[in-house]
């Protein structure tokens, strides 16, 4: 693995492999079964230019678990860089404070702009449109602990991505990240002017893949294994796009009908959050919530396992954390809420 | 106790009890002579939808006291939540991410609300003119506290609580849990249109209090334990109030002379805090700092033990910290400064 | 040392030497080749009443890499206070909750006020056109380590002041630390009305050393150990100064064709950051980035073990550090950046 985490596409398949089996190995310290002090001693730098309250509570909590200590970081800008001082400055001076870096910032380019300037390992939380790779890789993961759990694999399973694919980054990242892996069947379903890239689709095909269009969730998907959906946001339309739209709304949005009458009883959802739960808000319907095939919370939960495995992968203290492992004698499960039910 | 904390109605006298009881058994730990490790790994989120600087600090060094690790948020909204999202998938995001949260929040229901959609236990940090149990806590905490060491009891004492009874929350949820405990002489002094609501008069009347209503201040009170005082807010007057108020207001205010004049030199004095130190502010008068009188800071340092408690006890772990404790070698006694001075 | 640190004023030769000492004594736990516990349980209040993010980091990781929590606070003020709390008040609160807390704010004299009432220490991180003690003391700890690197001494150097020397509170800091030590050689350089103000250079030539003030930086440095320079802010001038400015403003300016020409191959140069990079800013140049004699990163790099120290020192745990060291098995070494390159 490269000394940052700046995007999937320098991911090879056993990168991935990897970070999953390390992410694997991360759950009983993520749901403090256990306890670690790997990273006693070491500062994380968690920078916010960009509001993400979740993203930045995630990484924070994950650099907390293996046993670090977090400076968070908020706001539009660092005090230092509106008095002129460059990326290049900012970034030496905080890898100097710090042992890793995560950056979520609105300008696509920066993160890695930022990273080249320091010595210590810098993720990217987000970088506007650009990248935002610890998701996707939380996303591949759920999807792999899902089937795992399932009896399922990989191999042959059918997938639909649906909603807003053209500006989504987080399906972009996960379609790269599911071609590198045995064939499958993704279907993707999307209003007519929010299509998946044709290069991503290509890229995908070109992998042995079967990718499949289709305009309308009308169909049958009663062999659907995931469906991984995203919010269609109507500030993105077009006038010509809105007229055509609003005949249609309704055939792109999941809702319990659409599961009991179009697929099965395993087929889980998935969502990268937040949802719009606002009436007419074209996203993920709350008449799910308490559906136990409604994976969207054991999905952020799995955001702790995976950035764990992000910081000990980068840090290089995977094979340190299983000898200090210690158990906790004052552990108390969780109580299960309605929307924590598995199968 | 229940999993969480959102008002002291739900609190029992034996509950309160507990938690009094273990508040005190972590004092050496809340002045650092001794350390546990028992919250190792732990994670709080603290959420601040409402500044309050003194609540969040003091929740924070709280929950590091036991070891744990904290992720601050402040601000007027979560960034999600300003998408749409709702408080049922904020809630149970970060419950997927924390061990324990703190929300303070500007509206009243607001984290009962945050609460039902958690697996983690919520301490409700005050929710506009709601409740602020941890604040009433400390409040008796310290009461009592200050009585063992002067060798006096609850039952039989005389309290006077005055200023705005009628607005102030803290006063509200203070009297409920005074009312669980031994009967009592409680004075109320506030200015007309400022009262006591009744059905707290009478909650605590029908609990075999001895309850007395008075005007002003202008009168006996040499058999006085407690005086808890509040801040009138003049902004809260009508005109009419404002008419009658202005002639009477210094009647109103605590300061050296009413305790010398028609108190003892046992009286001990209260208050929330923040008080208004500016000229003309119909608050607590600073000419009696450095009076061992003067609680006020006794009474906020009161806050880390009995939050310690509050953690501990939701937590489940008030019997594991006894057997974690060790001394710190390195331990330098605070020097005491002018207002840290008892009897 | 006294039970704050405010001000440079307060440290005598000895204090200074003590924490130099100090200092270099933190750097393996400072790079984390050693962690230490000695400060566990202890909780900092790091309190940013003004936007400095890089001297807030600072000191929270330098807290934190001595096993000690950090609650920091930012914005423009206490949410009490803008309830009238007086600054004795937020102080005493704050001081019942924290072991030690660091403090900046944009009004001169703010942290010694605040420090009054407190009865843990306090270190002031810059009130406005105050004091900055951490800075001068990172700005000395940084020549001392580079002279002994070096094999130089103190006693003789020739260090060059240049840029705006009048509203520089760096400049004026270190100078008066330097004066403490062995005679030295020390050449004042700035435009006409950013002088250094004459009763420092009279402080610091009745204690022995040689100051002369030059106009320009035309001349020989040959024999140059240290170049300290500060950018000098246009906003700063009156039309006057504009006028006579102009035409001689890239006198001011240290850029490699400075070092080359004038001064020679172990001449550091040191800035206290940010610098504004920006075209046209009169603030040191980007084409020394990669330069070994550009010691700006380095420099920023001591603060940390120097915050150590502080800390360290302030709290009196500075001999139990060494008997707390352990050993860290998960060592990563830092790729070294271009910046990073000593001699």
Same mark, same amino acid.
């Given at each position: 693995?490269?000394?940052?985490?700046?995007?999937?596409?320098?991911?090879?398949?056993?990168?991935?492999?990897?970070?999953?089996?390390?992410?694997?190995?991360?759950?009983?310290?993520?749901?403090?079964?256990?306890?670690?002090?790997?990273?006693?001693?070491?500062?994380?730098?968690?920078?916010?230019?960009?509001?993400?309250?979740?993203?930045?509570?995630?990484?924070?909590?994950?650099?907390?678990?293996?046993?670090?200590?977090?400076?968070?970081?908020?706001?539009?800008?660092?005090?230092?860089?509106?008095?002129?001082?460059?990326?290049?400055?900012?970034?030496?001076?905080?890898?100097?404070?710090?042992?890793?870096?995560?950056?979520?910032?609105?300008?696509?380019?920066?993160?890695?702009?930022?990273?080249?300037?320091?010595?210590?390992?810098?993720?990217?939380?987000?970088?506007?449109?650009?990248?935002?790779?610890?998701?996707?890789?939380?996303?591949?993961?759920?999807?792999?602990?899902?089937?795992?759990?399932?009896?399922?694999?990989?191999?042959?399973?059918?997938?639909?991505?649906?909603?807003?694919?053209?500006?989504?980054?987080?399906?972009?990242?996960?379609?790269?990240?599911?071609?590198?892996?045995?064939?499958?069947?993704?279907?993707?379903?999307?209003?007519?002017?929010?299509?998946?890239?044709?290069?991503?689709?290509?890229?995908?095909?070109?992998?042995?893949?079967?990718?499949?269009?289709?305009?309308?969730?009308?169909?049958?998907?009663?062999?659907?294994?995931?469906?991984?959906?995203?919010?269609?946001?109507?500030?993105?339309?077009?006038?010509?796009?809105?007229?055509?739209?609003?005949?249609?709304?309704?055939? $792109?949005?999941?809702?319990?009908?659409?599961? #009991? =009458?179009?697929?099965? /009883?395993?087929?889980? *959802?998935?969502?990268?959050? &937040? %949802?719009?739960?606002?009436?007419?808000?074209?996203?993920?319907?709350?008449?799910?919530?308490?559906?136990?095939?409604?994976?969207?919370?054991?999905?952020?939960?799995?955001?702790?396992?995976?950035?764990?495995?992000? $910081?000990?992968?980068?840090?290089?203290?995977? #094979? =340190?954390?299983?000898? /200090?492992?210690?158990? *906790?004698?004052?552990?108390? &499960? %969780?109580?299960?809420?309605?929307?924590?039910?598995?199968?």
């Amino acid at each position: 693995m490269s000394s940052h985490l700046l995007s999937v596409d320098s991911l090879s398949r056993d990168h991935v492999d990897h970070l999953l089996r390390v992410a694997s190995r991360m759950e009983p310290i993520a749901q403090r079964r256990k306890v670690t002090r790997v990273l006693e001693g070491a500062v994380l730098g968690n920078l916010f230019f960009e509001a993400s309250t979740r993203t930045r509570v995630s990484f924070h909590a994950a650099f907390c678990r293996l046993g670090g200590s977090v400076c968070d970081t908020t706001g539009f800008t660092f005090s230092s860089m509106a008095k002129g001082e460059s990326l290049y400055d900012t970034s030496r001076v905080m890898s100097g404070y710090c042992d890793a870096i995560v950056m979520r910032h609105p300008d696509q380019g920066s993160v890695a702009e930022f990273a080249q300037a320091t010595n210590v390992p810098v993720i990217n939380g987000g970088d506007g449109p650009g990248e935002h790779p610890s998701q996707a890789l939380l996303d591949l993961y759920t999807i792999d602990k899902e089937f795992t759990r399932l009896g399922k694999t990989l191999a042959g399973a059918h997938l639909l991505l649906t909603g807003d694919l053209k500006y989504g980054r987080t399906v972009h990242s996960l379609i790269k990240l599911l071609s590198l892996y045995a064939p499958m069947r993704i279907t993707l379903v999307s209003p007519p002017g929010l299509e998946m890239p044709s290069h991503l689709v290509d890229l995908v095909a070109s992998r042995g893949h079967r990718v499949e269009l289709r305009e309308s969730l009308a169909s049958d998907f009663s062999d659907l294994d995931v469906i991984y959906t995203t919010r269609i946001q109507k500030e993105r339309f077009t006038e010509e796009m809105m007229e055509s739209f609003s005949g249609v709304s309704q055939d $792109f949005t999941i809702d319990r009908a659409f599961l #009991d =009458q179009r697929c099965n /009883d395993t087929t889980i *959802v998935m969502h990268p959050l &937040p %949802r719009d739960s606002r009436p007419g808000a074209n996203d993920l319907n709350v008449d799910l919530n308490g559906d136990p095939r409604l994976a969207i919370f054991r999905q952020t939960d799995n955001g702790i396992p995976v950035r764990m495995a992000i $910081f000990a992968t980068l840090l290089e203290v995977e #094979d =340190q954390i299983e000898k /200090d492992l210690r158990d *906790v004698r004052w552990f108390v &499960p %969780r109580k299960l809420g309605v929307d924590d039910r598995e199968f």
